[in-house]
């Protein structure tokens, strides 16, 4: 194998098909990092055997090949090359040497056919779904799901479309986010429940590079491309499921089980609306976690007249309390709700106002920012302190 590429090119495809390696690997042949030089590209793939991330890029092919290299050294190496070109050849069986202007490097790899085999998904159904609504979609769900694998089927998000509508769902039991996409076009019926990881990492390939979802990517063939990355072809199997972007596929197993009836714990009548500040809000709760982490992360909301008062209980620590201006509708409430999952809330919305709609302090509280009438959040309440 003998290949000349683009520096940029080949860090990006790294950074990207490197998160599909674990911190502990089955097989230590899963550290590393196959490449496959054939045609015009050259192709990288990584996987942990649960997710798989395969990318690639346009290269000058002399010789066609394949092999593993460890993916911490060849990362090492394009992280710290200031050379705009890099030449990739296979030496002496499965070294690969890697050659820039200033700059010579051998790394000690293993043979491509001891690499296990990236199985291409049997697709039952196929979609394709616009970029940027699927990416808002993934990062107001995503982060409710279950981090525990006591509920494996808490542990991913079900995706579901339905009548041409996409709705995504997640919840740990103690929180739900549910995001409604209208209008995708789509006329196959869609269901399965999938892992949160790769669906981080879809955020990933979606709307940014190192590791930052949301940050717009520069990765190879970006103008190539560019009309592409709008679009994600999404492929069902029996027990997997793939998204590809562009020249970019994800892989994964899906969770098997039956996603929770949740529809019967939101609230169909509210008694009280509350508009919150999200800056006054956030800083509020910021300042209260320090006591409220000390019992629960309690933190009392008492809704009466447009103001709104916040208190956490008396700790060991001690207790803090606020009173907030507020625009409220409806009753007099109180509710106690977990000033952590506010947080993680709140740390997910860009608007300045959000609003909480409140039954009383035995159901749930609603969440809902007025931009996005298709996100709802849901936290669970907590015991009232005396």
């Known amino acids: 194998m003998k290949l000349l590429c683009k520096t940029q090119h080949l860090l990006h495809a790294l950074t990207l098909v490197s998160r599909a390696i674990g911190t502990q690997q089955a097989l230590p042949i899963l550290g590393n990092i196959l490449v496959k030089a054939e045609g015009r590209r050259c192709t990288l793939s990584a996987s942990d055997l649960e997710l798989s991330i395969i990318t690639s890029f346009e290269a000058s092919i002399e010789n066609e090949g394949s092999t593993t290299v460890p993916a911490k050294a060849i990362l090492n190496f394009a992280q710290y090359t200031n050379d705009d070109e890099v030449l990739l050849e296979t030496v002496e069986g499965t070294q690969l040497r890697c050659t820039s202007k200033k700059s010579k490097v051998v790394l000690a790899g293993e043979a491509a056919q001891e690499y296990p085999t990236i199985t291409p998904i049997t697709k039952e159904t ?22 525990s694998s006591l509920r494996p089927v808490l542990g991913g998000v079900s995706f579901q479309v339905k009548d041409g509508t996409l709705k ?18 789509v006329d196959s019926d869609l269901a399965c429940i999938v892992p949160r990881k790769v669906l981080e990492e879809l955020q990933i390939a979606l709307g940014g590079d190192e590791g930052k979802p949301g940050k717009k990517s520069k990765g190879a063939d970006e103008a190539e491309e560019g009309s592409e990355k709008r679009k994600v072809e999404v492929s069902l199997g029996s027990q997997q499921i ?3 972007i562009g020249n970019t596929t994800l892989l994964s197993r899906l969770i098997e089980g039956k996603f929770p009836d949740y529809q019967q714990i939101i609230p169909k009548d509210t008694k009280t609306d509350v508009t919150f500040t999200t800056g006054e809000l956030t800083t509020t709760i910021k300042r209260m976690h320090y006591f409220a ?24 620590l001690g207790r803090d309390e606020s009173t907030l201006g507020v625009e409220t509708k409806g009753e007099s409430n ?4 977990s000033s952590l999952y506010l947080l993680d809330y709140l740390g ?15 159901h749930p509280a609603i969440l809902r920012v ?6 709802l959040h849901l936290i669970m309440p907590l015991r009232l302190q005396d």
């Open 242 to 244: 793939e998204f590809r």
């Open 293 to 316: 982490k000390e019992l629960n992360n309690t933190v009392t909301i008492t809704i009466a007249d447009n103001e709104a008062h916040l208190a956490t209980p008396q700790t060991q």
């Open 168 to 185: 995504l769902v997640a919840t740990d039991s103690y929180r739900l986010s549910e995001y409604t996409v209208p209008g995708t076009g």
């Open 334 to 337: 109180k509710i106690a709700l």
């Open 126 to 147: 196929a979609i394709s779904l616009e970029a940027e609504p699927l990416l808002q979609a993934l990062q107001q769900v995503t982060f409710a799901t279950a981090k």
């Open 370 to 375: 007025p931009s996005q009438p298709n996100f």
């Open 348 to 362: 997910h919305i860009k608007d300045t106002g959000v609003i909480m709609s409140v039954s009383d302090g035995m």
